[in-house]
């Protein structure tokens, strides 16, 4: 049982903390609310954070810290709580990575295992268990950590906070039988900041320090789809590139800020974007072999203005801000991919002669429907589809990165729907080379 006074210290240190600036669902100054991924990016860090205080409360550089015993393995079988071990030394998958995330609760025992190397974000012991049995990675998320003190920290007391937040970050890793963290900051950063040194300075340091073990454990760090200072992120890319294993492009929430023509309904990860970001980090000399394409296994759906009629190619969208531009996608929700196809599928088949059906925008390479709504309004819903994804996973194939992965994992329902899971699944086939044996989905 956590005392009163620690439960007050842990909030004071999740607020200070780089991944807790914003509570769950709290909008931002500006309007906008957290996309999924961040809310959940920022209660995985808590959960690290609570870990940490409830289990490693001794201070970590004591020799008696160091000894602290594992917990026992929560694992049926006592193998799967052993590190996956590294080929040559480096924590990644030489023939190529599927690095993707989980979401709260998800035991991956639906998953087809075939081609994931990486689950992220494997905060569950179930998750981890039934990643080691088929060989892939769990890593957590990294735990909060106050990136405007460490940059304004000199000397001996900036190497004793890094050394006690990396050694902390060591043993709860250690301690629960996973093989390494990922890091996801994702707040304004000026262009040469004091900040973006201390977050490289930071990650550096637990790469280090889990580089230095017999079987190294992985660091990756999560960035924009572009490394042009999207949404005010000018973080120093190079350097981040450098001292981490993997960058994973969020190549997804890509109109966080509109700023081309009108306020309208859009693909939330158009291939013409994609191309864009990867080229652009390929340009700033990113080693290829560290970028992880990250694609979304869920879309969006937007409310268009009144006026819309069902069948219009265009959906207008009421204008909600984010960081000084008039126009995001907070105007819509994001909707896993499995409850938009039962969303569409549930239409009669007037409605969908009424809407259009399924479409595909070829310039954006996404396919889109329409929904109506009590017979009162539109809704219309972008996302990406197996066909959409084996485009993506190709090119990111002919550009030999490292490889590609979803958020997340548990956007796709395979009992529910099966095939269409499967085809899901079976898009990663396109990154190794592997011919798809089914049909790409097309309704």
Not at 6 to 27: D, F, K, N, Q
Not at 67 to 74: G, L, V
Not at 231 to 236: E, K, Q, T, V, Y
Not at 401 to 427: C, I, K
């Amino acid at each position: 049982m956590i005392s009163r006074f620690l439960s007050r210290y842990l909030l004071l240190t999740v607020c200070l903390s780089l991944t807790c600036s914003h509570s769950r669902g709290e909008e931002f100054s500006t309007g906008r609310r957290l996309t999924r991924f961040q809310r959940e990016s920022k209660r995985q860090s808590r959960l690290s954070d609570d870990w940490i205080h409830q289990w490693i409360n001794d201070d970590p550089l004591s020799t008696e810290f160091m000894r602290s015993p594992k917990a026992q393995c929560p694992c049926s079988d006592s193998k799967d709580c052993e590190t996956i071990q590294s080929a040559a030394g480096i924590p990644i998958r030489p023939s190529g990575e599927v690095y993707g995330f989980t979401s709260a609760n998800d035991k991956g025992q639906h998953y087809n295992w075939t081609w994931i190397s990486t689950v992220a974000w494997a905060s569950q012991d179930d998750m981890m268990c039934q990643a080691h049995k088929n060989g892939a990675r769990a890593v957590l998320a990294s735990p909060g950590f106050n990136l405007t003190l460490l940059s304004n920290l000199t000397g001996y007391e900036r190497d004793k906070y890094i050394q006690k937040w990396v050694k902390k970050t060591l043993m709860m890793v250690q301690l629960r039988y996973r093989d390494g963290i990922v890091f996801d900051y994702e707040e304004p950063m000026p262009r040469n900041s004091p900040m973006g040194q201390a977050y490289v300075d930071i990650i550096n340091a637990t790469r280090r320090a889990f580089h230095f073990l017999a079987s190294p454990l992985q660091v990756a760090t999560c960035v924009a789809w572009s490394p042009n200072g999207i949404d005010g992120r000018n973080f120093p890319i190079l350097q981040l590139a450098e001292v981490s294993d993997l960058l994973y492009v969020m190549d997804y929430d890509t109109q966080s800020q509109i700023t081309q023509g009108a306020c309208i309904a859009s693909a939330s990860a158009p291939i013409s974007g994609t191309k864009q970001g990867i080229e652009q980090y390929l340009e700033l000399g990113v080693d290829r072999h560290k970028l992880i394409l990250g694609v979304p296994w869920y879309g969006y759906q937007y409310p268009c203005l009144n006026g819309t009629q069902p069948h219009d190619r265009f959906c207008p969208i009421r204008q909600v801000p984010f960081r000084g531009v008039g126009c995001s996608d907070a105007a819509g929700i994001e909707v896993p991919y499995s409850n938009l196809l039962q969303e569409f599928n549930n239409q009669s088949p007037t409605d969908k002669t009424e809407t259009g059906g399924l479409r595909q925008d070829v310039y954006m390479d996404a396919p889109f429907f329409n929904l109506k709504v009590n017979n009162s309004f539109v809704k219309q819903n972008w996302f990406d589809n197996s066909l959409s994804l084996r485009h993506k996973f190709s090119y990111a194939r002919e550009n030999s990165l490292a490889g590609v992965g979803p958020y997340t994992f548990s956007d796709v329902d395979p009992l529910l729907q099966p095939e269409e899971s499967m085809r899901m699944w079976s898009s990663f086939d396109a990154f190794f080379e592997q011919e798809d044996t089914l049909p790409a989905s097309t309704d």
